[in-house]
């Protein structure tokens, strides 16, 4: 059984850097077939996808926040990594893992972690 | 970027009930189109994938039509564990996006 787990800090000052790891067990980044996902929710909105990571490094990101976004791979660990630069009150999210087929169906996710952006 | 749109935003329920839940997308998707569940402090789970194919391990009262625009997800028989919010997503192309979502009560 696949298991994502996110990690980082909760809080984030704005105009810094977001940083989220995401530790994947029960299975290997490595193995290939997969897109490795950040998705985030806000609070009390709609879920938004951020982008992927295919073990090779490939990646793929919403154009929303493309300028902004990057998504890193460290297939020894297992883990996948996020990193949003110049962050406003408006990146306070849930922020999920998960992982995608080639058809971009998320079949795993991990349980989230709120990330707030403030002072 | 396709926008999809679901309905109800939110119903109240009992136990037994059918529950009919929509997503409509503002152009046509085919098939792509996938359900999750999402319950606070857990992990989301993938209900139904390609509109209609139930993932394996989700119980079989949950069941998905639709295609080009128009999609439906059916839960025949409310069950308790079943109360939670309910998310459309197309996956025909990027950036994927998702509905907004059907929180489902009891009633």
């Known amino acids: 059984q696949v298991q994502l787990q996110e990690s980082g800090p909760g809080l984030v000052k704005p105009s810094q850097t977001l940083s989220l790891t995401c530790t994947v067990s029960?299975?290997?980044?490595?193995?290939?077939?997969?897109?490795w996902s950040w998705i985030r929710q806000h609070p009390g909105k709609g879920l938004e996808w951020i982008g992927y990571i295919y073990y090779s490094g490939s990646t793929y990101y919403n154009p929303s926040l493309k300028s902004r976004v990057t998504i890193s791979v460290d297939t020894s660990e297992n883990q996948f990594s996020l990193k949003l630069s110049s962050v406003t009150a408006a990146d306070s999210a849930v922020y999920y893992c998960a992982r995608a087929g080639d058809t971009a169906i998320f079949d795993y996710w991990g349980q989230g972690t709120l990330v707030t952006v403030s002072s | 970027d396709i926008q999809m749109t679901q309905s109800p935003s939110s119903l109240s329920a009992s136990v037994g009930d059918r529950v009919t839940i929509t997503c409509r997308a503002s152009q046509s998707i085919s098939s792509y189109l996938n359900w999750y569940q999402m319950k606070p402090g857990k992990a989301p789970q993938l209900l139904i994938y390609a509109a209609s194919t139930l993932q394996s391990g989700v119980p079989s009262r949950f069941s998905g039509s639709g295609s080009g625009t128009d999609f439906s997800l059916t839960i025949s028989s409310l069950q308790p564990e079943d109360f939670a919010t309910y998310y459309c997503q197309q996956s025909y192309s990027p950036p994927q996006t998702f509905g907004r979502g059907t929180k489902v009560e009891i009633k």
């Open positions: 029960g299975g290997s980044i490595s193995s290939g077939g997969h897109y």
